[in-house]
């Protein structure tokens, strides 16, 4: 990793950022296959999608990490969140980890009552992420996806 994780800070994704680096967002998963994230999915309208959606640089740096986040009823959902590889299982605080304090953050100040996402059954890893994190796992009502709560 080129800076320690302590300079990197989190911003709000707008739309005009999303669309200006869209193909460096993309990248960050260019080695996962399960990942089929167009430009189309980044920034396809959802409910306060840019109020809530995040990135994480250093201070004069490029994104590193980023999330997609949407208001769903009194809940705030995490649609998509990757970690540059270089950058991921970066110790503590992990970006991973900062972005999602500050989804957490950010659904407190919107008086949600939970924060949810769904993970694919082929990506055991994130699933642990989340567990460790403190989510809960609850019924997905759909095969080969995984639903999780983190109850504010
Ligand atoms: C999941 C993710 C956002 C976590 O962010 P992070 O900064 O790496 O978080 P941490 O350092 O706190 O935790 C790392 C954990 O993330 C998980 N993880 C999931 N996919 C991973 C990947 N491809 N590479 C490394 N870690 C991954 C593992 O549980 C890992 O724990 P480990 O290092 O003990 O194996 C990040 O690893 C990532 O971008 N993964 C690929 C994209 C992804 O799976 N997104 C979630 C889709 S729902």
């Known amino acids: 990793m080129a800076q320690p994780v302590s300079t990197f800070q989190v911003h709000t994704l707008t739309e005009a950022f999303a669309k200006a ?5 993309l990248g960050f998963s260019d080695d996962l ?4 994230w167009t430009t189309d999915n980044l920034l396809y309208p959802l409910p306060e999608k840019w109020r809530h959606s995040r990135y994480v640089a250093a201070p004069d740096g490029p994104p590193v990490a980023y999330a997609i986040i949407s208001r769903k009823q009194d809940s705030l959902h995490l649609h998509h969140i ?3 590889p270089d950058y991921r299982s970066g110790g503590a605080p ?5 972005l999602v304090d500050d989804l957490v953050a950010s659904a ?4 949600c009552a939970r ?6 059954a082929e990506n055991p890893r994130a699933a642990s992420f989340y567990l460790r994190y ?3 796992e609850k019924p997905s009502g759909a095969a080969g996806v ?3 709560e983190f109850s504010l």
């Open 134 to 136: 403190g989510f809960q």
């Open 94 to 98: 992990s970006l991973g980890r900062l």
């Open 146 to 148: 995984r639903a999780f």
């Open 115 to 120: 924060v949810t996402l769904k993970v694919m």
């Open 21 to 25: 680096h869209a193909a460096t967002l």
């Open 108 to 111: 407190r100040a919107a008086g």
């Open 82 to 84: 990757v970690v540059k």
């Open 33 to 36: 296959a399960w990942d089929d």
